[in-house]
């Protein structure tokens, strides 16, 4: 698990910033913008799955982490809210959190969307993803047009275009 | 419409069409890799190659589709070309997921260059001439019957199996991933058939379940606002899916992390290296499909007859000297950790044991598995909707059975050690001292 210190620091932060709909599913596409907008190299790949990108390894390192007892999982209404446990703090204390170069990207990027909700963020990571995949010969409209035959059955097109054009806003940054 | 007679499906029907891919040197190579790798050499009936399984998987694939579909007919809008169209692309990722499987299948992966998979061969495979023009004889009967709306193509049956193509329209489809769950999710037709199929030539219970109760619980959810389409099944089906998790959990503990067996897989891929060009698979896929079980063991064999030894052939075991349980848990590790210093100094005090040769006669193994990645959201990759009847709204998996939860992020994790011949008396009697 060569990323268990970064994401039980996205889960520290989640804590601290008092952030109340952090289940897997947010939790997932944070990483992924920690990843692609921040530049840090967590080492996961990714597919557009039901719900946006979604990792498998990053799954299952989440399910590390929980069976260590550094992460748990509690339930509000229908979801399962993560949070960091006061072992997974002492591990990250142990750790350096001070000392990890990675830590002010990752503090940068969750800061800026970690009030969007998990709908919000699918939406938007799917089309980072686009983005990313069809790169820069394809027009803003080419790169909509694949988010709506992605998305378009589950949001509505004005929300699928204004997602996309801050989609390819952050790409350019 | 052509038959195989199968011992764990009973006939398996096969299209004259599809039946060009079978006929394939790659496919056809699938005779000669083992299933198990060495675990034929414990489980002596455990001679099962890729195969047979290959043909079991394509058959389970359209089972579970067509059972879903019965319930759901305006599944796809009803299109009728679409649900053949993927009916039938499901049966060839089914039959063609396993091509690229090196010999002794996952035991040799580790001889893989360049950091590839065998899903990168499974590729090169699918696009080579070969297969290419075989896939090609079913999209021309496919088309025959049904229209040229779709085809049926190498790229299709890749993107399906685990490929990734943003420009796809296929790719792209809402209906995908729904598709893909059915050969890549924790109740994939994969697992479904290797089960039985492993625990039927082993000679064990463990891999047993109702596999028709099962295919008969799928069915679909389509989201709170019918805008999705996911893999789920129905509430009398639990018990099913309980039992095919915990036959899966038991064929691990009982058959595929087997103590004799693992050691072996270590024997056979260290005797490889000895024999493959570099240590390593070649890359080019001719070259790499001119290797299987058969070659290898032909190779090894002639190295003996040149007066060599070679310790897979002559099924050199080592003797399992400690082994933590199968949950090892925080203070098993730290048992296993003293235990293996203990054991390796023991080793190094002997005259002839020193760093440069410790490895002939100590050897740790970890296998690690997950018992299951099932996540109790519904709105989740990974969980699973149960539908009951006279519902409104699903429920989680999770949520209906609480022998899965309590196995929820939960995973088989142990250590074991092992000590060649020599020295097994003195490192038992040192350990039982120390312990």
Sequence with gaps: MAASVELLYMASLGRERKIEDLGKKKFQKLVYLVETLGHVDLGYTYQIHLYGPFSKALDDDLRGLSSANFISYGRSNRSYLLSVTSEGERELASAGKEGNASFDAIKGVFDEFCHRTPRELELLTTACFVCNKLGDSKTSDEVKECVLRIKGAKFKVSDIERSTNEAIELMAR | ?435
């Design chain 2, 1 to 435: 419409m052509l038959r195989f007679r199968d011992p764990v499906h009973g006939f398996i029907e096969i299209t004259e069409s599809e039946c060009a891919i079978v006929d394939t040197a790659a496919f056809q190579r699938l005779r000669r890799i083992k299933q198990l790798a060495t675990t034929y050499l414990v489980y002596h009936g455990a001679e099962h190659t890729r195969f047979g399984h290959s043909l079991g998987v394509m058959h389970l694939t359209s089972r579970v589709f067509d059972s879903i579909f019965e319930k759901n007919p305006d599944l796809f809008a009803g299109d009728s070309r679409k649900v053949a169209y993927y009916r039938q692309l499901l049966r060839l990722v089914g039959l063609t997921h396993d091509l690229g499987h090196p010999p002794f299948s996952h035991a040799s992966e580790e001889l893989f260059a360049n950091g590839r998979e065998h899903e990168d061969y499974t590729k090169d495979i699918l696009f080579s001439p070969e297969v290419k023009r075989a896939i090609g004889v079913v999209n021309k009967s496919f088309q025959r019957e049904h229209g040229t709306q779709f085809s049926i193509t190498p790229e299709a049956v890749w993107l399906a199996y685990t490929g990734e193509d943003i420009e796809s329209e296929l790719y792209q489809s809402p209906d995908f991933p729904f598709l893909k769950s059915l050969m890549d999710s924790e109740l994939d037709c994969d697992k479904m058939d290797y089960l039985l199929r492993d625990s039927h030539y082993c000679g064990v219970n463990y891999g047993s379940y109702d596999l028709d109760r099962l295919v008969d619980s799928f069915t679909i959810y389509k989201g709170e606002e019918g805008d999705q389409l996911k893999l789920a099944i129905e509430a009398d089906g639990v018990q099913a899916i309980e039992e095919f998790i915990l036959a899966r959990y038991f064929m691990f503990i009982q058959v595929y992390f087997h103590k004799t067996r693992r050691l072996l897989d270590k024997r056979l891929v260290n005797s490889m290296k000895e024999i493959l060009p570099d240590g390593t698979f070649p890359l080019e896929v001719n070259e790499y499909l001119a290797w299987d079980d058969s070659r290898i063991v032909s190779e090894l064999s002639s190295r003996m007859d040149g007066g060599g030894r070679d310790p897979f052939l002559e099924r050199e075991t080592m003797h399992c000297v400690f082994s933590s349980k199968s949950h090892m848990g925080v203070d098993g590790k730290r048992l296993y950790d003293m235990v293996e210093d203990r054991a390796r100094q023991i080793l190094l005090d002997q005259d002839s044991i020193n760093e440069g040769n410790i490895s002939n006669h100590f050897v740790c193994d970890c296998p690690r598995k997950a018992v299951h990645k099932i996540s109790p959201e519904i709105e989740d990759e990974r969980g699973i909707p149960v539908i009951a009847e006279g519902k409104a709204e699903p429920s989680s998996l999770l949520e209906e059975s609480v022998l899965l939860n309590s196995l929820k992020d939960n995973e088989i994790a142990m250590k074991r050690l092992y000590v060649s011949s020599n020295y097994r008396g003195i490192v038992e009697s040192e350990l039982g001292r120390y312990l």
